[in-house]
């Protein structure tokens, strides 16, 4: 009997034997859905995972299973709109509070995906199959080249191609890049009627330097704002939201967030404990809502915790001990071979800065109010908005997981994202007077940014680094 | 004895270097399809030329664009940490590398250690590099590459070439022909249109031309693109005597350093 490669791909991500007879056959239609060949389930199951991922650690396995399942969720979700079931999408960044709370609410009721950055990430990431996707959106009106990123070109690609339904409503944000909101507005102006929007947006209008979560107008603006878009959500999918679940999930999210600090120091151990994607995906639930529920990533995540503390303890790593440690300012597992050269050429980027958080991050929320609490926690963050600010997080990060210098860039397919990064790593260089690098490329989509174009930039830093730290 | 050998995409190249860091031989070859026979050529080549046989040679380092492919190499480093070191052995006093090669550019900043603090590289194209002034040269203005530079040092009104895109400079260029524009004029223009595209790539990664700057590569062959840099930093440039040495000569010292 020929092997099973989609059942090998599921025990490969962690499923249990007692899962199979429920899971495999959705995982086949899934696959069919997204354009997924046999071979793509083989190249991923034999080539791809194992390459990439640390799939002998048990919680990684069940890590890359959440993605999965996950999946599986978001090819059904138009069997869901059929039944009824309320239909919310987002983009990143945005503050997943609100539709974690309306999954609590009203778990049977309400589907919620940002659905673009996780295709990304699956389709690339797992199978380095996003180019159908890319291209369709390019054939259709968005052209190659043009600023709109991966993400807003896999979200209409999606639609497009019927891997998923229109929204009840899209509730986007434009608290960093405004391409955003203006491809949903394209999405429904040329292609979907039905595809409703509310946007979101925070201007970028405070002095550079400015500690934003501190200036009382800028934390009240901000909640305002979301009030009126969780509102509007609200009232647009009939499905009403008491604040103290708002609460609630932010426990959850301190919870998790607290586990991924956790999570942080280890891999920022030397040596290195876990490899940078396997240990990146993690933080997806912060970003991204995940219509399955944070609880398998949990457990997951609490599996992987205690594998590699005791790698940490056995002195285990996938780099020397002493080998020059960068943070980076962001790594996606959608492009997982950045990272993979690097680890490759002797030197560990554990971590993204994008992801891990200060210690202000760390601590609850100063406001009992969900919205002023809600905002306050984006506003510590200062993420791409207030390079200033910024700045000063990065190089607490730098000193707490005591890194060697860092790597920013990487993000030119986006003008809003890619073009603080210079300034950033100027201002990070004079603060630490550590060793700042800047890479030109793409890490959502790597067709014009192959490993052959890179390759050279990358071993030249891990070269450098090398030297400087003998 | 110490070899480094730096396989290019126009050029491969290699030097010996002996105990003392003295160069007893620079070779140099056109790199063929297959870079590991390259490689191979370039180093018998320079063994035959210091009459050593390969059983002399303690280390040898790999560098450049087909480094991967020369397999005889006990090391592979990346072309910019040898360019590098290379430089900073001729020039002990540089800051600044600006390397333009067959199919790349790149420019370097090193501190006063010679250690490379930042670099920027061409990416995703070749304008603007040896290829850009080989195709426009030798198919357009049916000159020899190596008569490109002295003439365009005649040129009194230089052309602007508006593109530095190897394939919309061609058209460029036959448009100034076709309005008789003289060819010196049309040669330092293109010299000006490689410095332009260089500096600014520079300028972009925030390296600020801090001197003593050194110009190497094939194109710093170019007397009419160096005399372009010149004019468009407003700095001294210098060249190395052998100005596609460098790589080679650096993956030759780390060679010795590694063994």
């Known amino acids: 009997m020929a092997k099973d490669i989609y059942e090998d791909f599921l025990r490969l991500t962690g499923f249990e034997e007692d899962e199979m007879s429920e899971y495999l056959p959705q995982w086949r239609k899934a696959s069919e859905r997204l354009g997924l060949t046999e071979d793509d389930v083989r190249f991923a199951t034999q080539e791809q995972l194992p390459t990439y991922f640390a799939i002998e650690l048990e919680g990684i396995r069940k890590l890359l299973g959440c993605f999965v399942k996950e999946t599986i969720d978001l090819t059904k979700a138009s069997e869901y709109k059929e039944r009824g079931v309320k239909i919310v999408y987002g983009i990143l960044p945005a503050i997943l509070h609100f539709y974690y709370a309306l999954k609590l609410t009203a778990p049977g009721k309400v589907y919620v995906s940002f659905p673009d950055i996780f295709l990304t990430l699956v389709m690339n990431g797992f199978f380095h199959k996003l180019s159908p996707l890319l291209e369709e959106a390019e054939r259709t009106g968005i052209p190659y080249g043009c600023r709109h990123c991966a993400l807003n070109k896999t979200r209409y690609a999606a639609r497009r191609l019927d891997i998923i339904p229109s929204p009840d409503i899209s509730w986007i944000w434009g608290f960093i890049c405004d391409e955003g909101p203006k491809t949903d507005e394209f999405i429904r102006i040329y292609h979907d009627p039905e595809w409703k929007t509310y946007i979101t947006r925070l201007p970028h209008d405070q002095p550079l330097g400015t500690v934003e979560d501190e200036v009382m107008d800028r934390v009240e603006y901000l909640a305002k704002q979301m009030k009126d878009g969780f509102e509007s959500a609200q009232r647009e999918i009939g499905i009403k939201v008491e604040e103290k679940k708002i609460s609630e999930v932010i426990a959850i999210w301190h919870r998790y967030a607290a586990k991924l600090a956790e999570l942080a120091l280890l891999m920022s151990a030397d040596p290195q404990p876990l490899g940078a994607v396997s240990g990146r995906l993690f933080w997806e639930p912060l970003f991204t809502p995940f219509n399955t529920g944070i609880e398998g990533m949990e457990k997951a995540l609490d599996i992987t915790i205690r594998e590699v503390r005791q790698r940490v303890a056995n002195k285990e790593g996938i780099l020397p001990k002493g080998a020059p440690k960068l943070l980076i300012y962001s790594i996606h597992p959608s492009v997982p071979w950045i990272a993979k050269v690097f680890e490759e050429n002797g030197v560990g980027i554990p971590l993204s800065e994008f992801f891990i958080l200060t210690k202000k991050q760390l601590m609850p929320p100063s406001f009992e109010d969900p919205y002023m609490a809600a905002a306050e926690g984006w506003l510590r963050t200062s993420a791409m908005v207030n390079p200033g600010y910024q700045a000063e997080q990065i190089c607490e990060k730098i000193e707490t997981h005591k890194f060697d210098g860092a790597v920013f860039g990487l993000m030119d397919f986006d003008r809003w994202l890619g073009s603080p990064h210079r300034l950033l790593s100027r201002m990070v260089e004079e603060k630490t007077k550590l060793p700042v690098f800047y890479i030109e490329g793409d890490n959502w989509d790597d067709r014009d940014y192959s490993l052959e174009a890179l390759r050279t930039r990358i071993e030249s830093i891990c070269e450098i680094m090398k030297m400087r730290k003998a | ?259």
């Open chain 2, 1 to 259: 004895m110490f070899a480094g050998i730096d396989i290019g995409s126009v050029a491969t190249k290699a030097v010996i270097i002996n105990q003392r860091e003295e160069i007893l031989v620079f070779s140099q070859i056109s790199t063929s399809y297959d870079r590991e026979q390259s490689g191979a050529d370039v180093f018998k080549l320079a063994l035959e030329k210091s009459q050593k046989s390969a059983e002399d040679i303690e280390y040898i380092v790999s560098t450049g664009y087909g480094r991967r492919a020369f397999t005889s190499s006990d090391k592979v480093l990346p072309e910019i940490v040898c360019h590098a070191r290379g430089t900073k052995f001729l020039f002990p006093a540089v800051r600044t590398i600006i390397d333009i090669g067959g199919q790349d550019s790149k420019v370097m900043q090193l501190d006063e250690q010679g250690m490379v603090t930042r670099f920027e590289m061409n990416d995703k194209c070749a304008a603007g590099t040896g290829r850009f002034l080989e195709v426009l040269t030798e198919r357009i203005l049916n000159l020899p590459i190596e008569e490109l530079g002295p003439l365009s040092l005649k040129s009194k009104k230089p052309c602007t070439l508006s593109s530095i895109c190897t394939v919309f400079a061609e058209s460029e260029i036959i448009s100034f022909l076709s309005e008789h524009k003289a060819k010196e004029d049309i040669a330092y223009g293109m010299s000006k249109a490689i410095a332009k595209r260089v500096i600014a790539m520079g300028v972009g990664g925030q390296i600020n031309f801090e001197e003593l700057i050194v110009f190497s590569g094939g194109v710093a062959k170019n007397i009419g693109v160096v005399k372009a840099i010149e004019e468009e930093l407003g700095k001294k440039v210098i060249t190395p005597k052998q100005p596609q040495i460098t790589a080679a000569l650096g993956a030759a010292i780390f060679a010795k350093e590694q063994s």
